[in-house]
């Protein structure tokens, strides 16, 4: 997209106004120092930049935290509220929305802004990035990239309805900031961590304070978008409903097919492992409007045979009883201490092991998505923007489907299979469930690669 953009505007919006507060990260927030998410929502009109940049400007007032920077404290890192801003580019595309949808697969990122995690300084790099693409058929792309250490996708889009509220004239949600995340949380949870660590335990054999290093992917990745139909989905939980006590959810399905599926397209199937990121708020009692990082995974190991039926229902027992068995936030920071909290950004959570065919499933189903507004129009799309440059493979993110229909997953797997879900074979192995007379709703946008 870079080369068919020209620039029109670009701008560092401020509240006007910095409260100087100081957020203490707690460890969760600390291992992801380095990661950025971006995201972008489609939308089929014209959305006014201005109107855009005011609300925008109003939020960060009520929400300062994403224009702020981080810093380095004494004995943690610290989210400090200087209304440093947040950079917004507004850009010209010859492209048509349909066009612009795919690049939320391609690696060059055009519809987001990057940040320079290696070369800009910690203190320098902004929290927020915000690019605006007026495209050639009147269509508007609003792509957004955040630092994950100021919140995960729950908090993320708070700050959305916030923003969006401000747009359209309506009141916005409350948003809970607090200056002492783990101090906080000290309050909620239990005295005694029922999981083991996100981060497994140092070895003998490595240096004191490193912990486990990211692994290196060793093979070429590709990114993939899947469609689910509504009544795919429902099909699925039908099918699959015997082996449950429980009634099984869209996402315990979804995770137990893809897994099988995946697995059972090697030619020498292997023990996979499934990870499930669940949202505590619910489960702690803690409002929608809490920001930080309140996430924890169902680390669940998976044979190299078995039927996804089975491993729905083991799924769905998993996550009724996550509270007892898999909730590890002490855990965490029993393992933080010997670590040093200066060192956690150089850790990685079990979860991400592509050479032990770990599956990252991230469910934004019920983000709510397609629910806000801009300039009186709600997305027509929205998807991660994941480039297959990524450093792992394994790892997916489920949405709702384009126009709030089905489900959508955006996958980064080994290129060999991105290819072969491409094929013929593959659609039809990873549709088995679907009806093949069924059509894809895509609304008016075209969307050929999405499976």
Do not use: K
């Amino acid at each position: 997209m870079s080369t068919r953009a020209r620039l029109r505007e670009t701008w560092t919006i401020t509240s006007g106004r910095a409260p100087d507060t100081v957020v203490r990260c707690g460890s969760t927030d600390t291992v992801y120092v380095q990661r950025y998410v971006a995201v972008a929502f489609f939308f089929e009109r014209t959305v006014d930049e201005e109107r855009l940049a005011d609300g925008l400007r109003r939020a960060l007032d009520l929400v300062p935290v994403y224009g702020g920077r981080l810093r380095a404290g004494p004995d943690a890192l610290e989210i400090v509220c200087s209304d440093a801003g947040v950079p917004m580019t507004v850009l010209d595309v010859d492209a048509s929305l349909s066009d612009a949808v795919l690049e939320a697969t391609r690696p060059d990122w055009g519809l987001v802004d990057r940040v320079d995690v290696m070369g800009e300084p910690l203190e320098q790099r902004p929290l927020l990035t915000v690019r605006v693409c007026r495209l050639a058929d009147g269509a508007t792309t609003l792509g957004c990239t955040w630092n994950h250490t100021v919140g995960d996708m729950g908090s993320f889009m708070q700050f959305i309805r916030v923003w969006s509220a401000l747009v359209e004239g309506t009141a916005p949600p409350e948003v809970l900031v607090v200056d002492d995340r783990e101090g906080h949380l000290d309050r909620i949870l239990a005295q005694e961590g029922s999981g083991h660590p996100a981060c497994p335990p140092l070895d003998r054999g490595e240096p004191a304070g490193q912990g486990h290093r990211m692994p290196v992917v060793q093979e070429a990745n590709g990114t993939v978008q899947i469609h689910f139909a509504d009544d795919e989905v429902r099909r699925m939980r039908q099918l699959f409903g015997g082996q449950s006590p429980r009634p099984l959810s869209s996402n315990d399905v979804l995770c137990a097919h893809l897994v099988t599926a995946f697995r059972d397209m090697a030619a020498d199937p292997v023990p996979w492992n499934l990870s499930v990121p669940v949202d505590l708020r619910p489960r702690l009692g803690v409002p929608t409007g809490f920001l930080g990082n309140l996430v924890q995974s169902m680390f669940l190991p998976c044979p190299p045979t078995g039927t996804a039926d089975v491993l729905a229902a083991r799924i769905r027992s998993g996550l009724d009883d996550f509270m007892q068995s898999h909730l590890c936030m002490r855990s965490d920071r029993a393992f933080a201490g010997p670590v040093g909290r200066s060192r956690l950004h150089r850790c990685a959570p079990v979860a991400f092991d592509p050479a032990h065919r770990t599956f990252i499933m991230t469910n934004w189903t019920r983000m709510g998505v397609y629910e806000v507004a801009f300039d009186g129009q709600r997305p027509a799309v929205f998807s991660p923007v994941v480039s297959s440059r990524a450093p792992l493979s394994w790892f997916g993110f489920l949405d709702r489907g384009f126009g709030d229909a089905g489900f959508l997953l955006t996958a980064v797997v080994p290129e060999r299979l991105a290819e072969h879900l491409r094929s013929p074979e593959g659609r039809a192995a990873i549709h088995r469930y679907g009806d093949p007379a069924a059509e894809r709703p895509t609304g008016s946008v075209r969307v050929p690669d999405a499976i």
